[in-house]
């Protein structure tokens, strides 16, 4: 039997790395989606294929839908139809009070977070249906949730990640397609290099936990629902926030 294919976006770095090599471990052949960080993704491909997993990494901007169509296409020729999809790609666009946001900033965080999930979410469904089914991830935040401090377009793009979700799995239970979105509280990656030094403190000191969650923590939950073992589980919006 032919090896389920796996699409893992921003993989290059993070999460999504994490997400990768994790999947590639339970059997998954991996395309390790990329935008800038050629490198990366590469050294994330040969990490899978050093432990005899099947990967290839592919360039495609998440913002745009030409991009996003020919990335699936590519990966039907390489690997097959995919019957997995992980909406991980994101950014914050930094943090800025409503007064300074410039539109530029609303519409690339915007284009990614939000557009670039439907898209790769429609391109995935076309060819689920056509195997009989398929499982998707798209990574929320929890700042979704409270609105998070001086973020609010990042904060507003993942609460329509979070409808999103909800909706889609609905839409497409009939289908054997369960859809679910994990929700990071705060995780030790570079998404917040683009945060002020002041922003970081006070997210450190408002952790329970004492620390950041690891990428792999992520992961973990990321597997499990792309998994059989959460046969039942669909438009579910699970944190992983370490009590935060
Ligand atoms: N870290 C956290 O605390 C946290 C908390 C809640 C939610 N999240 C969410 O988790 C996801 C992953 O975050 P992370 O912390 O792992 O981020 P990260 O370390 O900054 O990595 C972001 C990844 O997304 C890719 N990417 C960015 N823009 C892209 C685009 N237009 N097209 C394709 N790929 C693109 C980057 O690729 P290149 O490097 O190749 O450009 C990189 O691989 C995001 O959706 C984020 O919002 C993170």
């Given at each position: 039997m032919s090896q389920p294919v796996a699409i893992i976006t921003g993989a290059s770095r993070g999460i999504g790395a994490a997400a990768a090599i994790l999947l590639a471990e339970r059997g998954f052949s991996i395309c390790v989606n990329y935008l800038n960080a050629k490198e990366k993704a590469e050294e994330v491909v040969n990490a899978i294929k050093h432990k005899n997993g099947k990967a290839i990494a592919?360039?495609?901007?998440?913002?745009?839908?030409?991009?996003?169509?020919?990335?699936?296409?590519?990966?039907?020729?390489?690997?097959?139809?995919?019957?997995?999809?992980?909406?991980?790609?994101?950014?914050?666009?930094?943090?800025?009070?409503?007064?300074?946001?410039?539109?530029?900033?609303?519409?690339?965080?915007?284009?990614?977070?939000?557009f670039g999930t439907f898209i790769a979410c429609r391109e995935a469904i076309k060819r689920m249906k056509q195997i009989g089914g398929g499982n998707i991830v798209n990574i929320s935040s929890e700042a979704a949730k409270f609105g998070g401090t001086k973020i609010a377009h990042y904060s507003a793009s993942k609460a329509a990640i979070n409808t999103f979700t909800l909706a889609l799995a609905r839409e497409t239970a009939p289908f054997n397609i369960r859809v679910n979105a994990v929700s990071p509280g705060v995780i030790d990656t570079e998404i917040h290099h683009a945060s002020s030094p002041e922003r970081i403190e006070n997210l450190l000191k408002s952790l329970p936990m004492g620390r950041m969650g690891k990428t792999e923590e992520v992961a973990e939950l990321i597997g499990w629902l792309l998994s059989p073992q959460s046969s039942y589980v669909s438009g579910a919006i699970i944190p992983v926030t370490g009590s935060r």
């Open positions: 592919i360039k495609a901007d998440m913002g745009n839908e030409n991009e996003i169509m020919r990335l699936f296409a590519d990966v039907d020729a390489a690997l097959g139809p995919v019957s997995a999809l992980v909406n991980n790609a994101g950014i914050n666009g930094g943090s800025c009070d409503l007064a300074s946001i410039s539109f530029d900033t609303l519409h690339s965080v915007f284009a990614i977070n939000v």
